[in-house]
C-alpha cells in the first residue's frame, strides 16, 4: 500500500473530493464547498427520480454541513445551467452524468 493518506470521502458515501472537482471542472464550475457537498449528496441519492433541493437540504444538515436552502438552490440552478445536473421533473434534481 502507498504511505499516501486516501482521499476524502463524503460523509454521504459519494465519491472523493479529487473526482467531484474533476466533474465540476469539465463542466467549466470553479471548486468551493458548497458545491462539493451538493455533487456528494446527489451521488449518494440513487434515486432515477431525483431529489428535491429541500430533500438535498435536510440530507446535508443532518450529515453536519451547514449550508441553507437557499445556497442548496442556487447550486442546484448553476449546475443545472451548466449541465452537471438535470432536472426530472416537479423540482427535482440528479447529476446528468457520472465520469
Given at each position: 500500500?502507498?504511505?499516501?493518506t486516501?482521499?476524502?470521502?463524503?460523509?454521504?458515501?459519494?465519491?472523493?473530493?479529487?473526482?467531484?472537482?474533476?466533474?465540476?471542472?469539465?463542466v467549466?464550475?470553479?471548486?468551493?464547498?458548497p458545491?462539493?457537498?451538493?455533487v456528494?449528496?446527489?451521488?449518494?441519492?440513487?434515486?432515477?427520480?431525483?431529489?428535491?433541493?429541500?430533500?438535498?437540504?435536510?440530507?446535508?444538515?443532518?450529515?453536519?454541513?451547514?449550508?441553507?436552502?437557499?445556497?442548496?438552490?442556487?447550486?442546484?440552478?448553476?449546475?443545472?445551467?451548466?449541465?452537471?445536473?438535470?432536472?426530472?421533473?416537479?423540482?427535482?434534481?440528479?447529476?446528468?452524468?457520472?465520469?
Amino acid at each position: 500500500m502507498s504511505p499516501q493518506t486516501p482521499s476524502p470521502r463524503s460523509v454521504v458515501g459519494g465519491p472523493d473530493t479529487r473526482q467531484c472537482r474533476e466533474w465540476l471542472q469539465a463542466v467549466g464550475l470553479r471548486f468551493s464547498m458548497p458545491r462539493l457537498k451538493v455533487v456528494e449528496a446527489l451521488c449518494g441519492a440513487n434515486d432515477e427520480q431525483g431529489v428535491s433541493a429541500r430533500e438535498l437540504h435536510r440530507q446535508l444538515n443532518e450529515a453536519g454541513e451547514p449550508l441553507s436552502l437557499v445556497s442548496v438552490r442556487q447550486v442546484l440552478r448553476r449546475m443545472e445551467e451548466n449541465g452537471l445536473v438535470q432536472t426530472t421533473g416537479r423540482s427535482r434534481y440528479r447529476l446528468s452524468a457520472r465520469g
